[in-house]
């Protein structure tokens, strides 16, 4: 869709996940993946994460080829923060209630080899609450495993300190909760809420793809 906007894309697999033949990397070999390709291409980059994808452009989004971070329902850590400790230390500080909400992290297993996988039921209902069946079911078939290690480690650098950046809120997400969103949001130049579950590229990828024209075209981005 952004393509058909006239908006260059790349869609960049992480390592072991996608069509990347592996193997499974940690947030800091993420984060290289990433530099990686900036260093391809160059310049006047939109850099996007979403989820612990925002743990990976914190660290990979201070290379010169970015000009704006857009942070989706994502993990804007600081230098001494982790996954999980911005999940719980911030909900704790601000009074976030988990009451009456599904627990995502009771559908996750560890593997032997330190990866955790999510069970269908759960991501379902948490990652994808308000998509068609249709569209549950072409999103559950691409889940794969995640390191645990990528969720306690802190970013080596933190893009949003120097870079402007955009933070998206999703108010209906049962994921990572919109009360955090909203803490972490404030660290952006710009934030954002829409009334979309954790996916907002699949169940509405019309907000996404004009927030991100707007930002390509460098307009302020109202989504």
């Known amino acids: 869709m ?17 069509q990347d033949p592996g193997p499974l990397s940690d947030l ?15 310049s006047d980059v939109v ?6 994808g925002g743990a990976v452009i914190t660290e990979a989004g201070d290379h010169p080829a970015v000009d704006h971070l857009v942070y989706v329902a994502a993990m804007a850590l600081d ?9 719980r230390a911030d909900a704790a500080a601000s009074g ?4 009456g909400r599904p627990s995502l992290t009771a559908g996750v297993t560890e ?16 990652l994808y609450n308000t998509c068609d069946e249709t569209t549950v079911a072409w999103a559950l078939a ?3 495993p995640q390191p645990m290690a990528t969720m306690v480690q802190t970013p080596s650098a933190v893009a949003w300190r120097s870079k402007p950046s955009t933070y998206v809120v999703c108010a209906e997400d ?12 404030r660290r952006c130049t710009t934030a954002l809420e829409w009334p979309t579950d954790h996916s907002p590229f699949l169940c509405e990828p019309e907000r996404v793809v004009h927030l991100l024209s707007d930002l390509a075209s460098g307009a302020p981005g109202s989504g």
């Not at 006239?6 to 996940?17: Q, R």
């Open 174 to 185: 049962l994921a990572v909760h919109p009360g955090v969103q909203r803490i972490l949001a």
């Open 96 to 99: 976030v209630s988990y009451d």
């Open 111 to 126: 593997g032997p080899d330190g990866a955790m996988t999510l069970e269908p039921s759960a991501a379902a209902r948490c």
């Open 2 to 18: 952004l393509v058909d906007a006239g908006v260059e894309a790349t869609a960049l697999d992480l390592p072991g996940h996608g």
């Open 28 to 42: 800091h070999g993420d984060a290289a993946r990433v530099r990686a390709e900036l260093d391809r291409l160059g």
């Open 79 to 87: 230098s001494e923060e982790t996954c999980i400790s911005a999940a």
């Open 47 to 52: 850099l996007v994460g979403h989820s612990y």
């Open 142 to 144: 691409r889940l794969g």
